[in-house]
């Protein structure tokens, strides 16, 4: 995939057995040496708004939260002024978000 035609990415796809959501574990997006940073501005940093300046569409801040596990998964709890990490280039980041998935689901099934 590249920037320029990202589509929606269903991430919840893999979770879905015979049309039930079964748990979706906290994943994490290990840290890479092409990662940007950015300095997170409470009330006007937005993951949606991240996913579209560094990955082309607005579909994929779940990534950058997978790389910010110390804030617990949840966008409102990052502090202001805090450096977020964006795992970067995209293909790198979604590669090893599905390699997560896949190792989850061999040590624990669906």
Avoid: C, W
Wanted: aromatic share 14%; no cysteine; proline share 5%.
């Amino acid at each position: 995939l590249t920037m320029a035609n990202q589509q929606y990415f269903n991430r919840y796809e893999a979770f879905t057995v015979n049309g039930s959501m079964s748990i979706i574990p906290g994943l994490t997006i290990p840290e890479s040496t092409t990662d940007k940073r950015v300095v997170y501005k409470k009330g006007l940093t937005r993951m949606d708004k991240l996913s579209q300046d560094y990955y082309g569409n607005p579909y994929h801040g779940f990534l950058i939260m997978l790389a910010n596990q110390q804030f617990g998964g949840l966008e409102f709890a990052i502090p202001d002024g805090e450096i977020i990490r964006i795992p970067f280039p995209f293909d790198r980041a979604l590669e090893v978000y599905d390699k997560q998935v896949e190792k989850y689901k061999t040590l624990y099934g669906n």
